[in-house]
């Protein structure tokens, strides 16, 4: 468009304005009948709708708050059956200083500067239609331009000011909670002071309201949990010093009357007895109520084996405080499961399973259970007979196995029995048993075989310590095995023999979103060097929960060329895992190192190491792991699959 042509059209803008002008100062009846007469059908007649970009200048943290909430920001992209008219936007933009000091309130900020103009104005009519034709086609102007260029712009210039931090608080407590204080009862003035010092709010932080709602929750949480169901706030008070910049929280907690437990009464029950249950509680009539007490009884149910699903409450009522009963329900399993499976184990190889359980075999009150794993290197049967619950939470336990294991150039065959007794708590697993194992080792590329069996007394003992048993991320668990025996072998001296075993994983946060992990394992037999014990007593190395990056068994001492179990272990691991995004915090990444190696002396263990990457999906039923590994031993990639959690 030439300069002549640009000021034709802008004269003609002026022209019409001036037309549109006039004629609006006429006063005939006629214009207004007819004004009338075509309001019915006329769009121009309703109310323009108001189109406005907003800008919003704050504080990065406060601008999601101001975006999301301010109700400016929210017509402003609004669909136009839902948008605003002018005079409505005017409204809004009076009562957006309002809105965004109390918006800040919430976040501790009480004396703000807030400051909202117009930028530019709107244009209307056939005038702004024709002003935006006419920039289209100005030099280096484009239609997406020249529309943001006449829609106005609303600013909202924030400045937060100074924050209120919490200048004191107070916590008092009435009931009988604190009546047990008042007369010096150890464990009402133990939890009284733990309360003063886990409230959220301390003095010198700083105040929003989502944090004291949040440290009152957990507060009366807290007290419910620990003997006080009935637990209810009396007052709540946070006086706010605008000038000062600070807060007073003053709070009243009555914690009603101490919850003792009363009888269980059990619903759900029809295949399995009562007995099965009750065992398994350890509290009695009149123990004090301890939310944790009965979270740890609802675990070892579902553990059991026997049931779907398993839900504890007590009544909160105070009338029945002294002897609240416990509610018991239950959704039990089928009386027989079978389950048929196909899998790969990267340590070895492809398999089909299949499994069967009963468990109320031949009518009485014992579990079986029967496995059976068939691939190309291991062939397994394994079968378990377990009792019902005990007293003291013991099960007697009678199993065996039968397996055939190919590894890189030795077949081990070999079979086992047990009968012994299983206790399994809150934090530690105990298992008692007398063993006897049986092992035949074939070497093809040396055409040798040996053959050897075992007698042995076992215990082995677990402890866990952690934030979650199947997510961990942090604190530490701890499997602890010994034996001691009597072998024979067809190779080697008979005689006897002791066996320890030692796994130790920790679990801790690394600063924000990341998390690290080490584990230290060791085992030793102790016996003359002369002494054959079975294959399957000794130690080797490698796999995916040994050393990354080396197949299944294949670190050893190394006799005439092959591989060998040792009667020594060292292996140690560390990594370290962060989320991949916010968006998807069930999936992480991580990288991590390993070593280790099996020998048959302490100075001749030189460990192999393995490092790489990996992905997790923390999955509902454990850590699934894919994991990249180097072994720089054999200079070789390895992939790696496994899920849950060694202990």
């Known amino acids: ?40 059908g006329a769009a121009a007649s309703s109310p323009e709708r108001a189109e406005y970009r907003l800008e919003v200048q704050a504080p990065e943290a406060l601008r999601p708050l101001l975006l999301n909430y301010l109700d400016l920001a929210r017509f402003q992209n609004a669909p136009a059956t839902e948008g605003i008219t002018i005079a409505e936007l005017d409204r809004l933009v009076a009562a957006a200083p309002a809105q965004v000091r109390s918006l800040l309130e919430t976040e501790g900020y009480f004396n703000p500067t807030v400051k909202v103009e117009r930028v530019s104005a709107p244009q209307s009519g056939a005038a702004a239609k024709l002003m935006g034709a006419i920039t289209s086609k100005l030099p280096g102007a484009t239609p997406a331009s020249a529309a943001a260029e006449s829609t106005p712009l609303l600013r909202v210039d924030v400045d937060p000011g100074p924050r209120v931090t919490v200048s004191q608080f107070t916590l008092e407590v009435t009931g009988v909670l604190n009546d047990a204080a008042l007369a010096q009862d150890a464990n009402a003035i133990r939890q009284l002071a733990a309360l003063r010092k886990q409230w959220t709010l301390q003095p010198g932080q700083p105040f929003r309201q989502g944090s004291w709602s949040d440290a009152k929750t957990s507060t009366l949480a807290r007290v419910r949990a620990e003997g006080y169901p009935a637990a209810a706030w009396g007052s709540t008070a946070a006086k706010v010093d605008a000038q000062a910049q600070t807060a007073a929280l003053t709070l009243v907690l009555d914690s009603g009357p101490l919850f003792r437990l009363g009888a269980i009464r059990i619903e759900g029950l029809s295949r399995y007895d009562e007995d099965s249950v009750r065992r398994l509680a350890t509290f009695g009539p009149g123990t004090p109520y301890d939310d944790k007490l009965l979270l740890d009884y609802q675990e070892r149910l579902q553990k059991l084996g026997l049931f779907e699903g398993a839900f504890i ?35 070895t190889g492809p398999r089909i399973t299949l499994e069967h359980t009963h468990r109320n075999v031949f009518g009485s009150r014992w579990v079986a259970k029967n496995k059976f794993e068939l691939g190309p290197d291991q062939k397994l049967w394994q079968g378990d007979l377990t009792s019902h619950p005990l007293e003291g939470l013991y099960r007697n336990l009678v199993s065996g196995s039968v397996s055939n294991l190919r590894t890189t150039d030795q077949v081990l065959a070999s079979w086992s029995a047990r009968v012994g007794r299983t206790q399994d708590t809150s934090r530690i697993e105990r298992l008692y048993y007398i063993e006897y194992v049986n092992a035949r080792l074939s070497t093809p590329s040396t055409a040798t075989d040996s053959n050897s069996d075992a007698v042995s007394g076992n215990y082995n003992w677990v402890f866990r310590k952690v934030d979650n048993v199947l997510l961990p991320t942090q604190g530490y668990t701890l499997s602890a095995q010994a034996a001691v025996g009597y072998a024979r072998s067809s190779t080697a001296d008979n005689g006897p023999f002791g066996r320890g075993y030692g796994r130790l994983t920790g679990y801790w946060p690394l600063g924000k979103s990341w998390y690290g992990s080490a584990r230290l394992e060791l085992g030793q037999i102790f016996t003359k060097d002369s002494v054959g014990v079975p294959d399957t007593l000794l130690f080797r190395a490698g796999g995916d929960d040994s050393v990354r990056g080396y197949a299944y068994r294949s670190l050893g001492p190394v006799v005439s060329g092959t591989v060998t179990s040792g009667r020594m272990l060292f292996t140690g691991s560390v990594e370290v895992a962060r989320p991949i995004s916010a968006s998807r915090p069930a999936f992480w990444w991580a990288v991590f190192a390993d070593a280790g190696n099996a020998a048959n002396r302490w100075s001749d263990l030189h460990p192999a190491y393995g490092y790489g990457v990996g992905l997790r999906w923390r999955s509902p039923v454990g850590p699934l792991r894919l994991d990249l590994a180097y072994g720089e031993q054999v200079h070789a990639f390895r992939v790696h699959l496994s899920v849950g959690i060694a202990f």
Do not use: H
């Not at 079978?338 to 899998?343: D, P």
């Open 1 to 40: 468009m030439t300069a002549r042509a640009l000021w034709a059209a802008l004269a003609a803008v002026l022209f019409a304005q001036l037309l549109a002008g006039c004629a609006s100062l006429g006063s005939g009846g006629a214009d207004k009948t007819a004004g009338k007469a075509a309001a019915p």
């Open 313 to 347: 409450e007590i009544d909160p009522n105070p009338a029945t405080a002294d002897a609240a009963p416990v509610l018991v329900r239950i959704k039990e399993l089928p009386l027989q499961t079978a389950t048929f499976g196909a899998g790969y184990s990267a340590n």
